[in-house]
């Protein structure tokens, strides 16, 4: 199962103000990990997130993606070495069809996007056509992208995260807005994602029950700090997790 | 293909336009196709990038003058001049668009402007070499073209042929990575778009296509002046793509035919030309905030729907007699 190290954090510092949202946060993840980062509200995972994808520049700190120190690069860069993330709040094309957002981001690992004169509709049809399907968007291909449920955005987000080939991805609450059903269906393709694929996934998510179901590992962090680390059941039964994170859910 | 029927007729209708309407008209048909392709290239920038250039007239000048100096100094027959005037216009858009796509809304369009404002003054100044608030006379087209109806001829295979290009520019990954840059630059970056170098390359192409429409405009004047480049023509695309619609591709060019017939139409009655433009643009702003091709699209909107909830009606009908 586990391979050499993807990603790995060394001593990550962020805060903004005086506050200090990533504080010398240590994390690595293997190939093939599925994992997941846990917290309260404002515990700093969209930051850690940000940090990680080039969003905001690190304080001081290391990134490492595949022994590559790729601290402070700029977003596209950092794309381009096979990293995705969805977003927690979707974020994705509102005037374009679900097919366009899908295809955009198929045609830009493709290395087409300098292409002037070619009709875009005739490229990365097959491509297309096939992650609408495994991410259950096929039958609103044609909908404007702004127009579709809570819960299909949060799909085309993982889709447009998926279009650009990764081998890490990061999920910023995949399932935020779904309902029971939908975040089940949308979990198991994660899974699927991971498993069958051999994505690296890190996910953060609110709902306990998809968390134990689902990371091999977790992190929980507070206040921008790690604070405990380890299997489902061990961070279940660290103390200082359970009353800071877990207590709160009880 | 049957949905562009209409397009086989606009072209029949240019075509044989000189041979119905008197040479006035024709002078204003050439002016509506330069500024058309002076509009449509503005709206590469606006509606496709999702930014303002309040400084686009800068190109169209330059274009304009990089012909006439050429032409006039230099006997440099036309269509060299006019691949030149695209490549010089392209270059100042490299400069200038260096610095304009670090920002993004009102600071783009502020700075757009600026350096609009500095080429104006730097043709305005230069005596020695543009002829400064002078302009540049005698920039006479080739004996073929000399007539308005030949001229008209040229100048309308030259914007077909560069509309077709900017069509297919903007239905290339090209057209849509500048669309998605417009819709969220930020998720563009994320999925591995190096948004800038992105906005630099689309400026510079709207600022050749800007350049070539300037090209056209010194032999059709027979003279130029360096208010081409100053912040009223700049102005002029703005306003045309608002009324014709940033949405739609031809919309710009649509907005070309109704503001240019319009002043042609209007200053031949009153001198209140601005004040009638200003009026229109302000009923446009409120009422009809597409332009003219959301209307069109929004009443076969309608029409569809009216037709589809009739079809529904029969059904009924036939089905509970």
């Given at each position: 199962m586990s391979g050499e190290a993807i990603l790995k954090v060394v001593r990550l510092n962020k805060s903004f103000g005086g506050l200090k949202a990533t504080n010398d946060v240590d994390y690595e993840m293997t190939t093939r990990e599925l994992s997941a980062i846990i917290g309260p509200n404002g515990a700093g995972k969209s930051t850690f997130f940000n940090l990680l994808t080039g969003y905001h520049k690190v304080d001081s700190g290391e990134v490492y993606y595949k022994g590559k120190d790729i601290t402070n690069w700029p977003p596209h860069k950092i794309a381009r070495l096979g990293i995705a993330r969805a977003f927690q709040i979707s974020n994705i094309y509102p005037a374009l069809t679900t097919y366009e957002n899908t295809r955009q981001a198929i045609l830009t690992e493709q290395n087409?996007?300098?292409?002037?004169?070619?009709?875009?509709?005739?490229?990365?049809k097959k491509e297309t056509l096939e992650l609408l399907e495994i991410t259950g968007l096929s039958h609103h291909a044609?909908?404007?992208?702004?127009?579709?449920s809570q819960g299909d955005k949060k799909r085309l987000e993982l889709a447009i995260a998926l279009g650009s080939k990764p081998q890490l991805v990061f999920l910023d609450e995949p399932t935020a807005g779904m309902s029971g059903e939908e975040t089940r269906e949308t979990m198991e393709l994660v899974a699927r994602l991971n498993k069958e694929m051999g994505l690296t996934i890190l996910f953060t998510e609110h709902d306990m029950s998809v968390v134990f179901g689902y990371a091999r590992r977790l992190t929980v962090l507070h206040q921008g700090t790690v604070i405990a680390e380890g299997t489902p059941e061990e961070v279940r039964a660290n103390e200082r997790a359970q009353k800071i994170y877990l207590g709160e859910e009880a | 293909m049957k949905r562009y029927w209409w397009l086989g007729l606009i072209f029949i209708g240019a075509l044989i336009l000189p041979l119905v309407v008197g040479e006035f008209w024709v002078h204003v048909a050439i002016e509506i196709l330069i500024l058309g392709l002076f509009a449509v290239s503005f709206n590469m920038i606006f509606g496709y990038m999702g930014q303002i250039s309040f400084g686009h007239a800068a190109y169209y000048g330059v274009g304009a003058y990089a012909t006439g100096m050429l032409m006039v100094k230099a006997s440099v027959p036309l269509p060299i001049c006019l691949v030149a005037s695209m490549i010089t216009a392209g270059i100042c858009a490299l400069i200038f668009g260096y610095f304009c796509v670090r920002l993004t809304g009102i600071y783009f369009a502020i700075l757009t402007l600026a350096f609009g404002q500095l080429m104006y003054y730097i043709i305005f100044q230069w005596y020695s070499f543009t002829g400064g608030d002078d302009g540049l006379q005698g920039i006479v087209p080739p004996d073929f073209l000399f007539g308005a109806t030949a001229y008209y001829y040229f100048t309308f295979c030259i914007v077909a042929a560069a509309l077709i290009a900017m069509w297919y520019i903007s239905r290339s990954p090209f057209g849509y990575t500048m669309r998605a840059i417009r819709d969220n630059a930020d998720r563009t970056r994320f999925v591995g778009i190096n948004v800038r170098k992105y906005m630099l390359i689309n400026f510079v192409v709207a600022a050749m296509f800007a350049g070539l429409a300037g090209g056209l405009l010194g032999p059709f004047n027979r003279s130029i002046a360096p208010d081409l480049c100053n912040w009223h023509q700049s102005g002029v695309p703005v306003f045309m793509a608002v009324i014709g619609g940033p949405l739609g591709f031809l919309g710009p060019m649509i907005g070309s035919v109704i503001y240019t017939f319009l002043m042609a139409f209007v200053t031949g009655i009153t001198e209140y030309w601005p004040l009638v433009i200003g009026l229109i643009i302000i009923f446009v702003v409120l009422f009809m905030p597409g332009g003219v091709i959301g209307l069109a699209e929004e009443r076969v909107k309608i029409f569809r729907s009216k037709r589809m909830a009739g079809g529904a009606e029969e059904s009924t009908h036939t089905e509970s007699p």
């Open positions: 087409r996007t300098l292409n002037f004169f070619t009709p875009a509709e005739r490229l990365a044609n909908m404007m992208a702004g127009n579709l | -």
